[in-house]
């Protein structure tokens, strides 16, 4: 199963920036849509940014302003930068891929293990 890295989560001060990578491992043939997900203790997991194959992206309105998602597809990987942080961004970051052609074959779907942002106000 293919597989997807996170890095760049961490400890950050009100105001400050961090900046998300994933990556898929494997041999990639393509990737539809590329994203972002969080989840803080007690809440559902929601899109906190999104990203299609043509590089058209759409981001929620919390982080809108603030938040910019691109994606390399020649490295298979999409990034999130995070400016202005707040203490509401506190959550675990997933990435998410959707429409994965590889050579162990299609996926629909396929997470990241997940990276921890912690914003101290």
């Known amino acids: 199963q293919v597989q997807l890295v996170e890095s760049g989560g961490g400890l950050v001060q009100a105001g400050g920036s961090l900046r998300l990578s994933c990556t898929a491992s494997?041999?990639?043939?393509?990737?539809?849509?590329m994203g972002w997900y969080r989840q803080a203790p007690g809440n559902q997991r929601e899109l906190v940014a999104s990203i299609t194959r043509g590089g058209s992206a759409n981001l929620a309105d919390p982080v809108k302003g603030r938040f910019t998602i691109s994606r390399d597809n020649a490295k298979n990987a999409v990034y999130l930068q995070m400016n202005s942080l707040k203490p509401e961004d506190t959550a675990v970051y997933y990435c998410?891929?959707?429409?994965?052609?590889?050579?162990?074959?299609?996926?629909?779907?396929?997470w990241g293990q997940g990276t921890l942002v912690t914003v101290s106000s």
């Open positions: 998410n891929v959707q429409g994965l052609r590889t050579r162990a074959g299609a996926f629909s779907e396929v």
């Open positions: 494997g041999i990639i043939f393509s990737i539809n849509d």
